[in-house]
């Protein structure tokens, strides 16, 4: 026999999410979490058909940043340490936004700049890094109450994990 089911799914922000993607000619995702309680109000992928792309990992790009700075900062970095901005930084750019150029932790969270983040991750202390991406959920089982991959962060080195500062390489 059927038994009720409780979902934290909210139908007006689920119909929301669902229209936000129509139109849209490239695969997409939308996840919409209630920050005050961490549940999840909607999902909706695009295409429809297959794996929900939603539930699915991907490297979370500059967003990743925000646990490199509490590591820059765990380790002994102000907002106000100098650090460079420059074009390019073995082999990685920045976005055409971002002004090149001396600057702060502060200027380099703020404007993004991958290089700078590139750099000063360089000079973390052994595990820093992971232990930062740990400290916020990565490589932890199932941090949702709903089965999805969970975020991962590379551990052994290499050149697969040089950008993982910056939330690229093999970081999901």
């Not at 429809?48 to 967003?63: E, H, K, L």
């Not at 460079?84 to 090149?100: E, I, K, L, M, W």
């Not at 973390?124 to 709903?146: E, H, K, N, T």
């Amino acid at each position: 026999p059927p038994v009720p089911v409780r979902t934290t799914l909210d139908l007006a922000v689920q119909a929301a999410a669902e229209q936000a993607l129509v139109g849209l000619d490239s695969p997409s995702a939308l996840v919409a979490v209630d920050s005050a309680t961490g549940e999840v109000r909607a999902a909706a992928s695009l295409p429809v058909a297959g794996r929900p792309r939603a539930f699915t990992s991907y490297a979370p790009g500059s967003v990743f940043k925000v646990v490199t700075a509490a590591a820059l900062l765990d380790s002994g970095l102000a907002l106000s340490s100098p650090l460079d901005c420059p074009d390019t930084f073995r082999g990685t750019g920045n976005a055409s936004t971002v002004r090149p150029g001396p600057t702060t932790l502060l200027g380099a969270f703020t404007q993004s700049c991958n290089t700078a983040f590139l750099s000063a991750a360089e000079r973390l202390p052994q595990g820093a890094l992971a232990r930062s991406a740990q400290a916020f959920g990565f490589g932890l089982d199932q941090v949702l109450p709903i089965a999805a991959e969970s975020g991962d962060f590379p551990t052994g080195g290499g050149s697969a994990d040089a950008t993982a500062a910056i939330g690229q390489g093999r970081v999901e």
